[in-house]
């Protein structure tokens, strides 16, 4: 095989992929025995992946990949969540859009309808993943509703209930209105907003006096039933016991003194509304107040309000209510007001607290040893602040209402006869059996399906086969390491500690690896209905501009953001996104795995990452052109290396010890920088150009040109293998050309994939410091001559003599010993050493660590005089940016409301300026001395 001139990442991506898969590559190899497994956090099948999913797929397939290649026996479990609310939104959206709302269908055939959007999306998850490279083992793939995972989830329920810790009780809670369902607090977002607080007057009765309590929310008032002061309050310890008239309702309710009132807002007044604020509803408690629910199941107002409201939807009844209170002048005010509104992260609607029956999980006793394994270390947070997060919400953990109204989603495993009693089994057989029921009872299944999280808290152990005993269960549980943003550390990771601790009695996972989340490039998070999503895909295989402008248009749910979100898109992307490749993105990704909280998509870094996967390809395809068919030399002793051989290979181990230190600590980022750096600026900049006056000219013996050879393949073919993780796709393209030129020269015992070759060790006795030192100042000199010649803007290639000097006899061996290739590479004619007490002729010098490095200019420049007048305005140009930046630092207003960016960016400038300034000054001098 042969590389193309240019690479093409297309092409070679499917073949490869097709390849892996048919080969049963991503399956277990049973040949290992340390098992190492991830659980790939299921995505919602509600549509395609974005890049959020790119990214953590992306490394846990490089950390599968890399496990894989140091012989463990790996498993990398995926699947697709139900993703119960999110699911049924869609497909209800889908119908809406032909006027069929989910009632015309009726439950049964509206579940079949999801079920066909299943598998439509699903399907193109699962071709998304395949695009990315993810070597999951797609054999075992799971859904949380497929059979056996249903399973589990009956199971978990029925045990938790007779354990008495699921109960059904009728409690407050986050009602979302427009989905007809109760909500988690972690589905609640709570953002400020502008709104109003009315003050109203609360006649007391027997009395001319009335009390002046602030609201934000003053519909709610139909259901109030007490006014609250604070027991110190002085203005109102004479109201102890008595009670006001309720406006527009007529009743009379209690005043209560209680502690939590704060006398400090608004005047010290609360009404209590029990059925719908949490802090009322136990205020209410304590005081054993009446509870009043006002809101229907659409937050309309119901039959326990006045009739004057009852019907109106609780928006339109705040505007009446305003109205009637300022006709019988019982309004006091109303005055601006900042507050948080809790709107619901799927529906965008105004939750309201609401009184009704649902299941809960006891979470507090489970929340317990949840608590211990991560104190004790048996589960590690990386990075280890993350584990604070997790502690706070544990220690002040509330009972998980687990129970949603839908329809889409696992149905609650609970039956009721004709009286309301309830039944609890795993089909209503047992539940006739259990309950010694008689065959003639009529029973009827809760309409409730379970929260989403709830099967997602069993992943870890449903997909492995419990509550059967399975063969992979004992191989694979506790999983390795949880890969997962910190958004959904309560929703999911702390659930499946405490649910695998239930039923497994251990953790689900040793480590959990906690990502930032990825921001578009102006720092706002990802989202529909701002329209900047990215699609993976598009970065791989590009999309054009007018396609890209109606994918970020279509489905849109806020259709007058629709202009906006067009200019923005035509001012990013004015050429649409060009192709990047598989590799690049995932290169990307990894370089962007910082500790930061939040990561900003950087398209630029994407395109130079796409340019490094050029500058590989170039870099084999050199080595290729002078290897191939060459003599590699058939024994060692046919051998014989270089001190850039030697040097570069001892380079080469240290950069393999520090991607193992930096893939322990999940360092991506620190990884990729490695591996660039070594690749670009050692392989191939130094190493390739090194390699050349050996290979190329005369005075090199065959030895030691058949060393070079077999260094350069040799370093890279456990170059493709180190980055193949990463990166796999193009170092298994160019891995197997090595192969074929090295043929019986590279042991395995199956050559058909990089992907089952052994991950490279480091050797240490290759470790070679003093040939190290040697290629550092060769490089030194030769970046030296560089220097000179781009400050005096001399033409690459004119041939120049060259002196040094230096104190450090090994300094002027190692040059002696490597003449040719400083001239070579420096575009030398001649280097010479300078003596103690020499002086060199009139010339342009450098400072390196060990030495200095000199270039005579007589003859050197043509116009001398022409030349100092381009310095001179080279000068002025560097003190117009020294002085621009030192005024701004001059300036304390800049400094201290400037960005910590923003200021080092200017400090960055004059120190740039200055140093650019002192060496252009000396260089005058220099030529001013030609002058003379």
């Given amino acids: 095989m042969t590389l193309e001139k240019t690479y093409q990442p297309h092409e070679l991506e499917k073949k490869w992929y097709q390849h892996w898969e048919k080969s049963g590559y991503f399956k277990p190899n049973h040949a290992h025995s340390n098992p190492y497994c991830i659980m790939l956090p299921p995505p919602n099948v509600t549509g395609t992946l974005h890049m959020g999913h790119a990214f953590q797929d992306t490394i846990m397939d490089s950390l599968i990949r890399y496990q894989r290649m140091k012989g463990n026996l790996t498993l990398w479990q995926g699947g697709t969540d139900h993703a119960g609310i999110a699911t049924q939104m869609v497909v209800e959206r889908q119908l809406l859009a032909n006027d069929i709302s989910k009632h015309d269908l009726g439950r049964e055939d509206f579940v079949k309808k999801v079920w066909e959007w299943k598998a439509h999306s699903g399907d193109t998850i699962s071709r998304q993943m395949r695009r990315l490279g993810a070597s999951i083992d797609w054999s075992r793939e799971r859904f949380t509703m497929d059979e056996g995972l249903s399973e589990a989830v009956k199971e978990v329920f029925v045990r938790l209930y007779e354990e008495g810790l699921i109960y059904r009780g009728k409690r407050l809670v986050n009602w979302d209105p427009k989905l007809h369902t109760a909500v988690s607090d972690l589905e609640v977002i709570s953002e400020e907003e502008n709104g109003h607080l009315w003050h109203i007057r609360y006649p007391i009765e027997n009395s001319n006096e009335h009390l002046i309590v602030a609201t934000t929310r003053p519909e709610t008032m139909l259901g109030d039933t007490a006014v609250a002061v604070h027991p110190n309050d002085s203005r109102y310890t004479h109201l102890k016991g008595k009670k006001v008239r309720l406006p527009l309702s007529d009743r009379l309710i209690p005043i209560i003194q209680d502690e939590y009132v704060d006398p400090e807002f608004g005047t010290g007044c609360v009404k209590i509304t029990p059925a719908h604020d949490f802090n009322d509803y136990e205020m209410g408690k304590r005081h054993n107040l009446e509870i009043i629910n006002i809101f229907n199941i659409d937050a309309m107002i119901n039959e326990h309000a006045p009739a004057a409201y009852q019907g109106l939807d609780r928006f339109v009844a705040r505007k009446k209510i305003i109205e009637d209170l300022e006709k019988i ?145 004992h191989t694979y549980y506790p999983t390795n390491v949880l890969v997962t943003g910190f958004d959904i550390i309560f929703f999911w990771v702390a659930r499946m500690i405490m649910m695998g601790l239930k039923f497994m009695k251990d953790v689900p996972f040793r480590q959990v690896f906690v990502t930032g989340l990825i921001l578009d490039a102006h720092g706002q998070k990802m989202s529909k209905s701002k329209g900047n999503i990215l699609d993976p895909l598009d970065m791989i295989e590009g999309i054009d501009l007018e396609s890209l402008v109606q994918k970020r248009l279509t489905g849109l749910m806020q259709p007058h953001l629709a202009k906006q979100i067009e200019a923005n898109t035509r001012k990013e992307f004015p050429n649409g996104i060009p192709s990047f490749g598989t590799d690049a993105l995932r290169f990307s990704l990894c370089a962007f795995a910082t500790t930061n909280r939040f990561i900003r998509f950087d398209l630029p870094r994407v395109e130079g990452y796409r340019n490094f996967c050029n500058k590989i390809w170039n870099a084999a395809r050199y080595v290729f052109m002078n290897v191939e068919g060459q003599d590699l030399g058939k024994n060692a002793q ?295």
């Fill in 329 to 473: 002048q019982l309004l006091e005010k109303i005055e601006p007001h900042r507050l948080k509104i809790p709107r619901g992260d799927r529906s965008g609607d105004v939750i309201e607290p609401y009184l009704t029956d649902q299941w809960y999980v006891d979470a507090k006793k489970l929340a317990v040893d949840a608590i211990e394994v991560v104190k004790s270390g048996k589960i590690e947070f990386v990075p280890s602040n993350w584990a604070n997060d997790y502690f706070e919400w544990m220690n002040n953990i509330q009972d998980w209402c687990i129970s949603r109204q839908l329809w889409w989603g696992h149905r609650i495993p609970a039956w009721y006869d004709p009286e309301g009693n309830v039944y609890v089994g795993r089909d209503i057989k047992e539940v006739h059996h259990k309950y010694k029921l008689d065959d003639s009872v009529l029973l009827t299944q809760d309409n409730d399906v379970l929260d989403t999280w709830f099967s997602s808290a069993l992943w870890p152990f449903s997909t492995l086969g419990w509550p059967h005993q399975t063969p992979e269960l």
């Fill in 638 to 932: 046919d051998r014989e290396f270089s001190v850039y051989d030697l040097g570069m290979m001892s380079l080469w181990q240290k950069t393999k010890k520090a991607i193992e230190a930096n893939l322990k600590n999940y360092r991506f980022d620190l990884v990729a920088n490695t591996l660039y750096d070594f690749t670009w600026n050692n392989y191939c900049d130094w190493y390739l150009e090194l390699s050349k006056p050996i290979l190329t000219q005369e005075g090199a013996s065959n030895k030691q040109r058949a060393g070079t050879r077999f260094m350069l393949i040799s370093i890279l073919e456990e170059l493709m293998r180190v980055m193949h993780p990463f990166m796999p796709y193009i170092t298994e393209e160019i891995w197997q050309k090595i192969i074929s030129i090295l043929g019986n020269l590279y042991q395995s015992s199956n050559n058909d994939s990089i992907m089952i070759q052994p991950f490279p060790e480091v050797d240490e006795s290759l470790i070679n410091d003093n040939a190290e030192q040697t290629l550092k100042w060769v490089q030194e000199f030769i970046i030296g001559v560089r220097t000179l010649r781009a400050e005096l803007n001399l033409s690459p290639n004119k041939k120049l003599i060259a002196y040094y000097k230096t104190t450090h006899p090994e300094v002027g061996k190692a040059f002696v010993n490597n003449q040719q290739s400083l001239i070579t590479l420096g575009k030398l004619e001649n280097i010479q050493a300078l003596q103690s007490g020499e002086t060199p002729p009139v010339s342009t010098h450098i400072i390196s660590h060990d030495f200095e490095t000199f270039i005579p200019l007589e003859g050197v420049i043509e116009d001398v005089a022409a030349e100092i007048t381009r310095l001179n305005k080279e000068l002025k140009k560097h003190q117009s940016d020294f002085e621009f930046a030192d005024k701004k630092l001059a300036n304390e207003s800049f400094v201290a409301k400037a960005s910590s960016d923003a200021v080092e960016k200017e400090r960055q400038r004059k120190e740039k300026a200055e140093v650019a300034m002192h060496k252009i000054k000396e260089t005058i001098q220099v030529l001013e001395k030609l002058k003379k």
